[in-house]
């Protein structure tokens, strides 16, 4: 597969779904519908990927852990370009014009900065993503915001979420 280009993620009321399209530098595009049930089935995988940066993980303390991860997360996001809209130009659809609902997951670490994504529909071809550390929190940030807006009762996935939900739950005397 080419580089990827693009990601949009966003939430599809009439579907009760996630709309994942995925654009590629050789104007390919990859449709996937992603369901509650799949998202909660990758949210923890997701969750520990982010967590095994060796920069992360070689930490003591958990609070040492959580805070590094929210600052690479902050700073992966900052870098991350969620401004420009996602490019509707003609492009091939090499798993056809449809979303295909996924079924299939898996996520594992291929090294240090780079996890492989292996998303698949029941029967048929799927697709294999590999994803730098950038990526992954692009993506990390792009689905918890598509989960919030589902309003799917997740619990937070990336480390900015979860910050915001420990202030927005604290109790000032």
Known sequence: MAQIDQIQVRFVPTEDRI???????????????????????????????LQQNPRISVQSSPDARRELLAF????????????????????????????????????????????????????GPGLDLTLNQGLLHSFAELLSTAVARADWDLGPLTPRAEAAANVANQTVN
Request: aromatic residues 8%.
């Open 19 to 49: 709309l994942v399209r995925i654009a590629t530098q050789d104007r390919a595009e990859y449709l996937f519908w992603m369901t509650r049930r799949y998202v909660r089935l990758m949210w923890p995988g997701l969750t520990r990927t």
């Open 72 to 123: 690479e997360h902050q700073k992966a996001v900052n870098a991350a370009d969620f401004v420009t809209p996602y490019r509707e130009a003609d492009k091939t659809h090499p798993l056809g014009p449809a979303p295909i609902l996924l079924v299939r997951l898996q996520l594992r670490p291929l090294d240090a900065q780079h996890a492989q994504l292996s998303v698949g529909p029941e029967t």
